[in-house]
């Protein structure tokens, strides 16, 4: 299995890329989100999801693994293929998806192109408890400097004030990065700013 490839953008458009590595060129379907970070490099690293049919064999990419997880968590929904997942990763940001699901709005979700009510509340069923528990982002690693159960408590403090648990991750560990001895209310605190 294909975990990501790395080589330079021979072509890209707002939904393809060719990327070419040691004289392949790897044909890649991309959503806008990956698009807008990868518009301007010369050479990039693409996380892949290998969608194998009887009939098709495609490469799905993306810029970060974050969006990749959360494009596998909305192919997981029943009625949301991989076209569609990627348009709605092209309509909203990864964030912006994940706080819809959770805050139940399913006018946010019916705005984009091809999800209508009864994929949305679909959608915000089968989701909304695997996205308030982290599932469908990147796992982040964080920083063992401050106590662990210190850590623990800020992100369970933080999921409960109503954050995502992938946005509370990314907020703590960049907390941690610029002051790793932060205490419990500290780490609190200077999360709060980030969110």
Same mark, same amino acid.
């Given at each position: 299995?294909?975990?990501?490839?790395?080589?330079?953008?021979?072509?890209?458009?707002?939904?393809?890329? %060719?990327?070419?590595?040691?004289?392949?060129?790897?044909?890649?379907?991309? +959503?806008?989100?990956?698009?807008?970070?990868?518009?301007?490099?010369?050479?990039?690293?693409?996380?892949?999801?290998?969608?194998?049919?009887?009939?098709?064999?495609?490469?799905?990419?993306?810029?970060?693994?974050?969006?990749?997880?959360?494009?596998?968590?909305?192919?997981?929904?029943?009625?949301?293929?991989?076209?569609?997942?990627?348009?709605?990763? &092209?309509?909203?940001? +990864?964030?912006?998806?994940?706080?819809?699901?959770?805050?139940?709005?399913?006018?946010?979700?019916? +705005?984009?192109?091809?999800?209508?009510?009864? &994929?949305?509340?679909?959608?915000?069923?089968?989701?909304?408890?695997?996205? @308030?528990?982290?599932?469908?982002?990147?796992?982040?690693?964080?920083?063992? &400097?401050?106590?662990?159960?210190?850590?623990?408590?800020?992100?369970?403090?933080?999921?409960?004030?109503?954050? %995502?648990?992938?946005?509370?991750?990314?907020?703590? +560990?960049? @907390?941690?990065?610029?002051?790793?001895?932060? &205490?419990?209310?500290?780490?609190?605190?200077?999360?709060?700013?980030?969110?």
């Amino acid at each position: 299995m294909i975990d990501y490839i790395k080589g330079d953008i021979i072509e890209l458009t707002p939904t393809e890329t %060719t990327l070419e590595n040691h004289g392949i060129g790897y044909r890649i379907l991309i +959503s806008l989100q990956t698009y807008e970070k990868l518009n301007g490099n010369r050479t990039a690293t693409i996380y892949i999801h290998h969608y194998l049919r009887d009939d098709e064999e495609l490469y799905y990419g993306f810029a970060t693994k974050d969006e990749r997880e959360l494009f596998r968590l909305l192919i997981s929904v029943s009625g949301i293929g991989a076209s569609t997942a990627r348009m709605m990763l &092209s309509s909203l940001t +990864s964030d912006e998806i994940r706080n819809a699901i959770v805050a139940e709005d399913i006018n946010k979700i019916k +705005s984009i192109k091809g999800i209508g009510t009864k &994929s949305a509340q679909r959608l915000i069923l089968e989701l909304k408890d695997k996205v @308030v528990k982290g599932e469908g982002a990147e796992s982040n690693i964080l920083l063992a &400097s401050a106590s662990d159960s210190s850590v623990e408590e800020a992100v369970t403090a933080l999921v409960m004030l109503g954050f %995502t648990k992938a946005n509370v991750n990314k907020a703590v +560990s960049a @907390v941690l990065k610029e002051k790793p001895s932060s &205490s419990l209310e500290e780490i609190i605190k200077l999360s709060l700013k980030r969110l």
